[in-house]
């Protein structure tokens, strides 16, 4: 694996401030939001540079009972081909549910959500990185995620699942240290113990990232600083060994740059206190160990590897994550074994990330709305799951708060009229060709 060094998240918001950072070798740029015919001028300046660009894809759904949809791949590929990245990333959850295993409607969680740490998973999620890796151009390396909640009788723990996960594909690891803190809070896993089981050796990179405990329950926000326990981690990792790349994620609330630089040399800190207890220990870097080890098995031949998950492993799958998402976005009951406390809190927490990117993607919507759009949205989700993505999602929530008569202020009916009308259908309305006409005569008659 080659070395990339220190890396920071590339978002629009800090692009500017990203390109005048010191001492940053690579960036991360979220797949989805990027364009391979169009990419941003920022990206095309830094690649000049020579600073590496990796796609970090966060919609194939891995860990979902269906077998990884085909666009998908292609897009993601599409995007590690015009960025001339060495690999590209997803994640190990599922992000939708439903659909022709279980004859039940598609529903979208709009986040990442743990598979359950099963055998049966663990088959389905081999075979669905199999299928991705022999349509990606480039290596894959898969995340751990961060979860409020578990699933009852799991049979493995962290550490187990990603060992034999690599072990059985050749997949590389990005290991996000925020998430093992988060899963240390919410879910009470030891840190040290899931980084002792880890094939370390397989690391292509790792994350680090802020977020904030609320009533005992840590949200992994990427919109605070790094807290000390998530750096601790780190520096045990670093201990075990020299991770080919670290980077720092941040997604909100952006702070200036040089809190942004501050919060690297913490990372570097780290990082060196981590090195320093590998020195005195005498503890060299594992190497990788023939048969046994993600590097030693990416040379074996694919197609050996590879067998077909049956259809009853894929249903049984699909049947508990269906119910496990419809409880938390459709309003169903509680799968058994489920903490109902922690389960309510994902959903309140998926319903508000949903305003929020609707209100990023579709920022007309709170301007007309006003300070009502977000309990109007937050309505509207709770008896609406999602089925699409974001921008469906913010037309959805237009045209059915239109129906219902909404909003009360008469001038601010007719703009999300206007904005609904203009975005609902094939070709904005504005485009189209009667519409044209009119305007054209309009102007016509009124002389201008």
């Not at 077998?67 to 990245?85: K, M, N, V, W």
């Not at 578990?150 to 072990?167: I, K, N, S, V």
């Not at 200036?256 to 005195?280: D, F, M, N, Q, V």
Request: proline residues 8%.
């Amino acid at each position: 694996m080659e070395r990339l060094g220190t890396g920071i998240g590339w978002r629009p918001e800090i692009a500017d401030a990203v390109e005048r950072m010191p001492g940053i070798d690579w960036v991360e740029a979220v797949a989805e939001n990027v364009c391979p015919g169009h990419l941003p001028d920022s990206l095309l300046r830094l690649r000049a540079r020579g600073v590496t660009v990796i796609p970090h894809g966060v919609s194939l759904g891995l860990g979902g009972a269906d077998r990884p949809d085909e666009s998908r791949l292609t897009a993601l590929a599409e995007r590690a081909e015009a960025l001339g990245a060495p690999l590209v990333t997803e994640h190990i959850a599922f992000v939708r549910a439903g659909g022709p295993l279980t004859a039940s409607p598609l529903l979208e969680a709009g986040h990442l959500l743990p598979v359950p740490r099963t055998r049966d998973a663990l088959d389905v999620l081999c075979e669905n990185i199999r299928i991705a890796q022999a349509a990606l151009p480039v290596p894959l390396a898969v995340e751990n995620i961060a979860a409020l909640l578990a699933w009852p009788g799991e049979g493995m723990t962290e550490g187990q699942f990603l060992y034999d996960l690599a072990d059985r594909t050749g997949v590389r690891l990005l290991i996000d240290v925020a998430n093992l803190h988060t899963n240390h809070v919410n879910r009470g896993e030891d840190p040290a113990k899931a980084l002792a089981e880890l094939p370390v050796e397989a690391i292509a990179y790792v994350h680090v990232a802020g977020g904030i405990e609320r009533d005992g329950v840590w949200h992994d926000t990427h919109a605070h600083p790094v807290p000390a326990a998530v750096l601790d981690i780190l520096t045990d990792l670093a201990s075990r060994v020299s991770p080919p790349g670290v980077l720092l994620e941040r997604d909100d609330n952006f702070p200036e740059p040089a809190e942004l630089e501050r919060e690297l040399e913490a990372i570097h800190g780290a990082l060196t206190k981590g090195w320093a207890r590998r020195t005195t220990r005498g503890v060299a870097s594992p190497e990788p160990k023939a048969g046994t080890t993600a590097e030693a098995n990416a040379e074996a031949p694919r197609a050996a590897r590879s067998s077909d998950t049956p259809d009853p492993v894929r249903q049984r799958l699909a049947l508990a994550e269906t119910t496990l998402l419809s409880a938390l976005v459709a309003g169903t009951p509680v799968p058994d074994g489920f903490d109902r406390v922690r389960l309510g809190v994902q959903a309140r927490a998926l319903g508000v990330k949903r305003a929020d990117v609707v209100a990023k993607v579709a920022p007309e919507l709170p301007e007309i709305l006003g300070e009502s759009y977000r309990a109007a949205f937050l309505a509207y989700a709770h008896s609406h799951p999602m089925t699409g993505g974001y921008r469906r999602d913010a037309l959805d929530f237009a045209g059915q708060l239109l129906l219902s008569g909404g909003p009360e202020d008469a001038e601010a009916r007719r703009e999300l009229r206007e904005w609904w009308l203009e975005r609902s259908g094939p070709v904005p309305r504005s485009q189209r060709p009667g519409v044209r006409l009119a305007r054209a005569t309009r102007r016509v008659l009124l002389g201008r």
